[in-house]
């Protein structure tokens, strides 16, 4: 691990929190009856897991683009997940904005808007090599796929 910024998690950070941003003003239809319900362990370990990745991500020069030759898939893949995070965004933007359209899939992937970065960030860890990262990037999806999970199931059950 090889301290130092990194501006591929920069580019990652911003692409996760602009459209997040943005959702502030666009939350689904009843999104708070939902919220106050949340798991408060899960809600923990998302919050700590967010704080994690977002400072690991930028602290290591890992991430950053080098020739690792076959490693550099590992980074593409993690982009590309990354451009399909922000097409289920503008999905989302573009939807009448009910706890369904929030909580959907895309090309099969549950509850998309957070399993897709946790997945990308998770390849971004296997690019760098970066233990720490792993780590931080399982915290947060325990805690943040958790909730989505939770709150689409309540919402499939109303």
């Known amino acids: 691990m090889n301290f130092g910024f990194s501006y591929v998690?920069?580019?990652f950070l911003m692409m996760l929190m602009v459209p997040n941003l943005v959702w502030v003003k666009n939350q689904p239809k009843d999104y708070e009856e939902y919220a106050v319900n949340e798991?408060?362990?899960?809600l923990?370990?998302?919050?700590?897991?967010?704080?994690?990745?977002?400072?690991?991500?930028?602290?290591?020069k890992d991430f950053n683009i080098n020739n690792k030759s076959i490693w550099l898939i590992w980074l593409i893949v993690a982009f590309l997940l990354m451009i399909l995070y922000e097409v289920f965004w503008i999905r989302y933007f573009r939807s009448e904005k009910t706890m369904m359209d929030f909580y959907s899939s895309i090309l099969g992937?549950?509850?998309a808007g957070?399993?897709?970065?946790?997945m990308a960030f998770m390849l971004l860890a296997v690019y760098g090599r970066n233990i720490l990262l792993v780590i931080s990037v399982m915290i947060l999806g325990i805690g943040h796929i958790g909730i989505?999970?939770?709150h689409r199931k309540e919402v499939l059950n109303t």
Do not use: D
Request: charged share 10%; proline share 6%.
């Open 148 to 150: 989505h999970l939770m």
């Open 39 to 42: 798991n408060k362990i899960l």
């Open 44 to 60: 923990i370990l998302e919050r700590t897991g967010e704080v994690l990745v977002s400072c690991v991500v930028l602290i290591f």
């Open 114 to 118: 957070a399993t897709i970065p946790v």
């Open 9 to 11: 998690g920069l580019i």
């Open 109 to 111: 992937i549950p509850v």
